[in-house]
């Protein structure tokens, strides 16, 4: 989508002044250190086809949500993500500028980001609600810590660690029954003194196990050990639901806003753990409770696009990057055949060239079966241009 505005020069600062100043200081003690194509060998394919599709040249994500071309934080967690994977540090950079700029007002240690951005009603650009997406911060803080180990930069591990601690300190909370667990969002998923709203597909346990190491702090621990229970408990049957309901004297119940429903938000849920290190101690239980989707995928040829989490009523084909999305989850699961028959279906019925979401689990899914990338048994990332740790 076309938009004047979004690229513009943003105000300079005394921290733009300090980043530039700090920029020709690095450029001049380096000499060559901008990227060449050759110097990102073997690089990503698939990723340069995604920034053309949809980054902008000033580093926004730009979706195909139909309403003017938004730009979740979520996309620019993602993003940055994939940037690391495909050795861009030049588009790493661009996109994390464009973030802090953008979605945390100039300074993203001093707040977390804002989940949606686009044209507002009046007609201007900006954010349009300054609520955070706790999933994006997972992300974005565990971009950062491994682009400062990957290319040794001390500045992303520094920002990665405020970003975390600010994520423990304004999107989790101490539930009865489960210890500290993440919420989706600082604000509106706490209803009442004891119910929560709670999102499985928001805590990828890779994520969460190395921000712990990370930054040293034992909460993250807990982070992980409670997302755990949260997608064993709220699948009783094997799917996942996009949204569950936690209440300290019940446990799980299905969301009655979402009909109980898993879909857009769920296949993440198979995504994550299918690509969790063999040697994670939550890699056996997790995919022996999310089995029956493997099977049920085996069965049908296909993913559901939404299912019915208790009573396993299904809607028809899902498109295909979720078809992309399941391959880590049933290779992981040891089944050969049904994994066979998604990457032909991957084949026959290739993802829509401008299907932002579906492009974004495709480049996690496929990129992880091309062997981009690895996690491993701390969740660190292995990418394929860096050997070892």
């Not at 639901?241 to 993440?268: C, H, L, S």
Request: proline share 8%; aromatic share 10%.
């Amino acid at each position: 989508m076309a938009d004047p505005t979004r690229d513009a020069p943003q105000p300079w600062t005394r921290r733009h002044l300090l980043q530039a100043c700090a920029g020709i200081l690095a450029a001049a003690s380096a000499p060559g250190q901008a990227q060449t194509p050759a110097q990102r060998a073997p690089g990503w394919p698939a990723w340069d086809t995604f920034q053309r599709q949809f980054v902008s040249d000033g580093g926004r994500v730009v979706s195909n949500d139909g309403e003017g071309g938004q730009t979740y934080s979520e996309g620019q967690a993602y993003a940055l993500f994939f940037a690391l994977v495909a050795n861009d540090r030049d588009g790493f950079e661009k996109l994390l500028r464009w973030t802090e700029d953008n979605l945390c007002a100039g300074d993203i240690t001093a707040r977390l980001p804002a989940w949606l951005w686009g044209k507002r009603p009046d007609g201007t650009w900006g954010v349009i609600d300054d609520n955070a997406a706790s999933d994006a911060d997972l992300w974005i803080a565990y971009a950062l810590a491994e682009a400062g180990r990957l290319w040794d930069d001390r500045r992303y591990r520094a920002l990665s660690s405020v970003l975390a601690a600010r994520i423990v300190r304004e999107e989790t909370a101490d539930l009865p029954g489960l210890g500290p667990t993440l919420l989706p969002a600082p604000k509106g998923f706490a209803e009442g003194k004891e119910r929560w709203r709670l999102n499985p597909s928001y805590m990828p346990l890779q994520v969460l196990q190395r921000l712990g190491t990370t930054t040293e702090q034992p909460v993250w621990k807990q982070l992980s050990a409670s997302a755990l229970q949260v997608i064993v408990g709220a699948s009783p049957k094997g799917f996942a639901p996009d949204w569950t309901v936690y209440e300290a004297r019940k446990g799980f119940t299905p969301d009655a806003k979402e009909k109980g429903q898993g879909t857009y938000n769920a296949i993440r849920v198979y995504l994550w753990a299918g690509m969790l290190h063999p040697g994670a101690a939550e890699r056996k239980p997790l995919l022996a409770a999310l089995a029956p989707m493997a099977r049920l995928v085996r069965d049908r040829g296909h993913p559901p696009e939404s299912i019915d989490v208790l009573s396993g009523q299904e809607s028809g084909p899902a498109p295909s990057g979720f078809s992309a999305a399941m391959l880590p989850f049933l290779q992981a699961s040891g089944d050969a055949s049904a994994l066979q028959v998604q990457q032909l279906r991957l084949q026959a019925r290739p993802l829509r060239p401008q299907a932002y979401y579906e492009q974004c689990l495709a480049l996690f899914g496929q990129g992880w079966m091309d062997g981009a990338y690895r996690f491993g048994p701390g969740g660190q990332l292995l990418p394929r241009w860096k050997a070892g740790p």
